[in-house]
């Protein structure tokens, strides 16, 4: 590829600088950056997305499989089922794979066009009856209506804090009676010390995985002022002052947990 100057596994993009993965594999924070900008889904982070994801977040396949499982369950006739901030699309696929509710569709959101533009290839490969529509948005603008299901895998941590009251009621008033929204974030400890240990045992998780302590403290860098995080007490409050009626804590590994709020 012309631009592109090769070494090993990784190339580098001449004209962007960026550090390219020539196998999916993710070396974005692999070579010493200049300066750290801030985390954004772009094309090189499209690109290596399910490498980055599998090594970084604790359970994630679990989470995924499950939501599959959990829509499959809750999932109502003649409603829709939504997927915000698909990403890839790897909740959509296991609930494409799973639910059994008729005449029921999946409407996918991300607002990263690079992720919007791969979700499609993804899903347009698989077949399924149950319909899919991908949708390059920001959640925050998207209508939610006559919704059974609603998945926020590991979303809501980028929206600004003072907005994330707005988008779970607005998802509240979408939703039908006995509906769930499935809610996976990174939390934060309340304790300095807690807190402390949870992060080492993700960091542990990653140098395991293959990362480096560069990659580890680059990459935490880059995600500092995007990717902020809650407690489980704030995350239950609020769904509460949404208006969800209980929230179930049914994952959890070191600071990761998803929850399910139903209504
Ligand atoms: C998975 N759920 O694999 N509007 C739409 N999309 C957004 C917004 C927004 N305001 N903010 C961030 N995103 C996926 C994983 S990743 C989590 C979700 C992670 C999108 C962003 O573009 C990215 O694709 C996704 O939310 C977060 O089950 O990388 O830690």
Redesign the pocket.
């Known amino acids: 590829m012309p631009g592109v100057l090769r070494t090993g596994r990784i190339a580098r993009n001449l004209l962007s600088g960026e550090i390219m993965s020539k196998s999916g594999k993710d070396v974005i924070y692999s070579q010493p950056h200049d300066k750290i900008e801030n985390f954004t889904?772009d094309q090189a982070v499209a690109e290596v997305?399910p490498d980055?994801?599998q090594r970084s977040?604790p359970g994630y396949s679990t989470i995924?499989d499950n939501i599959g499982l959990l829509a499959k369950q809750y999932a109502q006739n003649n409603s829709n089922i939504y997927?915000?901030?698909?990403?890839?699309g790897?909740?959509t696929l296991s609930m494409q794979r799973y639910v059994e509710a008729d005449n029921c569709q999946i409407i996918a959101?991300?607002?990263?066009e690079a992720?919007v533009s791969r979700c499609k290839n993804h899903i347009n490969t698989f077949k399924s009856l149950l319909p899919v529509q991908v949708i390059c948005?920001?959640?925050?603008n998207s209508e939610i209506e006559n919704a059974s299901v609603v998945?926020l895998?590991?979303?809501l941590?980028?929206?600004s804090p003072e907005n994330r009251i707005g988008l779970l009621k607005k998802l509240y008033n979408g939703m039908l009676e006995g509906g769930i929204l499935i809610l996976s974030e990174k939390m934060r400890h309340p304790t300095e010390q807690g807190n402390g240990l949870l992060v080492d045992l993700h960091h542990e998780f990653k140098r395991r995985n293959g990362y480096s302590e560069l990659e580890i403290s680059q990459k935490r860098t880059a995600l500092e002022k995007v990717?902020l995080t809650d407690t489980l007490a704030t995350h239950n409050s609020r769904l509460k002052s949404a208006g969800f009626k209980d929230v179930v804590p049914w994952f959890s590994c070191f600071n990761f947990s998803s929850l399910v709020a139903i209504k």
């Open positions: 889904f997305f980055m994801i977040v995924i997927d915000l901030g698909c990403s890839l790897a909740a959101v991300d607002n990263s992720m948005d920001d959640i925050q998945v895998n590991f979303t941590q980028f929206i990717m």
